[in-house]
């Protein structure tokens, strides 16, 4: 008797590096990579948008709130990677 065993990678996750931008701006874009999963979604600490959460290049729309406070973070996670972590 054999048994076959099959171990995924783990999936690879890089939302780019940290940008710095001017008050005035509209929109701010963002590009993400992902490797062993089929996509990824984005979340922020703010309060803005984006234009498509779900687009690995997608643009940032911060709020009011987001420009007065100076800083968010943006957080892009790996979806579609079945049952691993």
């Not at 803005?48 to 290049?57: H, K, N, Q, Y």
């Not at 729309?61 to 979806?79: F, M, W």
């Amino acid at each position: 008797d054999q048994m076959r065993l099959t171990i995924t990678p783990s999936p690879v996750v890089n939302a780019g590096p940290d940008q710095t931008h001017c008050a005035d701006l509209d929109s701010i874009t963002v590009n993400g990579t992902v490797f062993n999963a089929t996509g990824g979604v984005w979340s922020t600490s703010g309060s803005g948008t984006f234009a498509s959460d779900s687009s690995l290049s997608t643009f940032y729309i911060p709020s009011n709130a987001d420009k007065t406070g100076g800083t968010v973070y943006l957080r892009l996670t790996s979806t579609g990677i079945g049952s691993c972590n």
